[in-house]
């Protein structure tokens, strides 16, 4: 198990460190979420999730969808946030890159209390102090953390189901501890300090099979349940072209499937991220997306 950990970790960095220098004005947010994803593959992993560009006052969950043009551009502050599986061990990391050079501070914030937040670890570890250290590196830039966004303790193929790791201080007795693999996440924003839900970002996961009358969407949802069944897909994984978007559509209303509103600034503030996973052993904690 321990090994599956460290490899996904790994696969999740390098393709990190390769995608992040993709990054660059006039290029298409689709080239790099393809690069991304079929570059897991190749490193003998399995993307966790649709590889995540979000820009701007979008801090999360915009995947581009099936041809999508979007470029970036000069100005844009993008949030690459990208997992790993390996058996469904997930090792989930995110970087921002700040195109416009006038958002450093932002983006060392969210950075900052990454670090200082690993840094003090001590096991086991309140979930409510890990939350207050996030919030008072962020706060000293000047930032405010994002309240309503956290981080995560993952099981095999679960990403979201353990324990929320907050990006502000909250009173808990919950706890981190030996044997969790641990997504921590803080966002900075300049904004107001919550995220609010947008339009569907092109991101899915299935709940449950359905009565679904067209064939074509009958054989779309056979499909995601066989290949899909616990993690988040992406639109372009299962459209073969624009035309059978009707037949995705029908099956978000027959509620087989769910889709992901992006998460957008309440206030339009720039959003920065920074994200690793940990792993915490008994004699250590390990940074396996270092
Ligand atoms: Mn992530
Ligand atoms: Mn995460």
Request: glycine share 6%; charged share 30%; proline share 4%.
């Amino acid at each position: 198990m321990i090994e599956k950990i460290i490899k996904a970790g790994e696969i999740a960095s390098k393709v990190r460190e390769e995608a992040k220098k993709m990054i660059k004005p006039g290029v298409k947010l689709l080239e790099v979420a393809n690069f991304v994803e079929n570059r897991i593959k190749e490193l003998g992993g399995e993307p966790a999730f649709p590889c995540n560009l979000s820009i701007n006052d979008v801090a999360a969950h915009y995947t581009p969808k099936v041809n999508d043009e979007l470029e970036f551009k000069e100005d844009d502050v993008v949030k690459l946030d990208l997992g790993v599986h390996v058996d469904g061990y997930i090792a989930d990391t995110a970087v921002t890159v700040d195109l416009s050079n006038s958002y450093k501070d932002l983006v060392k914030a969210s950075e900052d209390a990454l670090r200082e937040v690993i840094n003090n670890i001590e096991i086991p570890m309140n979930i409510g102090e890990m939350g207050r250290i996030i919030e008072e590196v962020i706060k000293s830039y000047g930032y405010k953390p994002i309240a309503n966004l956290s981080g995560h303790v993952m099981y095999r193929y679960e990403l979201h189901t353990g324990v929320s790791i907050p990006n502000v201080y909250e009173k808990t007795n919950k706890t981190i501890d030996v044997g969790d693999l641990v997504a921590i996440e803080p966002f900075a924003t300049n904004g107001f300090g919550m995220v609010k839900d947008g339009p569907l970002g092109n991101i899915y996961k299935f709940l449950a099979k359905r009565p679904i009358r067209l064939l074509k969407a009958k054989k779309m949802l056979d499909e995601i349940a066989k290949k899909y069944p616990f993690l988040p897909f992406a639109e372009r994984w299962v459209l073969k072209d624009e035309k059978d978007k009707i037949a995705l559509n029908s099956l978000l209303k027959a509620n087989a499937i769910y889709g992901y509103p992006v998460l957008k600034e309440r206030e339009g503030g720039i959003v920065s991220q920074a994200e690793h996973t940990i792993y915490i052993t008994e004699n250590k904690i390990i940074v396996i997306t270092k």
